[in-house]
């Protein structure tokens, strides 16, 4: 299993089968977008857990605020604080304001 990075992706592959990837936008030099992240249904969350510890120590050290989008991802940075930089105005998961699915 090999963590790989690219511009805007982090993947998780194992012979050559996708197992796990984290898409982000960069807007500028100044604001970063966790926009989705995605794990093979027969997979453990573990690599979800991976691939957002490997983009916090990036977002970090770029020292950029980051918006999240990934429902999965706003949760877990709810109860993990780690990420230096969240940018302002983020949308809640849980409570009254949370977003829902259209239906």
Do not use: C
């Not at 249904?41 to 020292?63: E, H, M």
Request: overall charge negative.
């Amino acid at each position: 299993m090999s963590l790989t990075e690219a511009p805007g992706r982090l993947t998780i592959v194992e012979n050559d089968q996708l197992l796990a990837s984290l898409h982000y936008l960069t807007l500028a030099d100044d604001t970063w977008v966790l926009e989705q992240i995605f794990v093979r249904p027969s997979q453990s969350t573990d690599l979800a857990i991976q691939l957002l510890k490997r983009f916090t120590g990036l977002a970090n050290a770029a020292a950029v605020p980051v918006k999240l989008l990934d429902p999965y991802a706003k949760t877990y940075f709810a109860t993990h604080p780690v990420l230096d930089h969240l940018a302002d105005h983020q949308l809640p998961v849980r409570g009254p304001g949370a977003v829902r699915p259209v239906d």
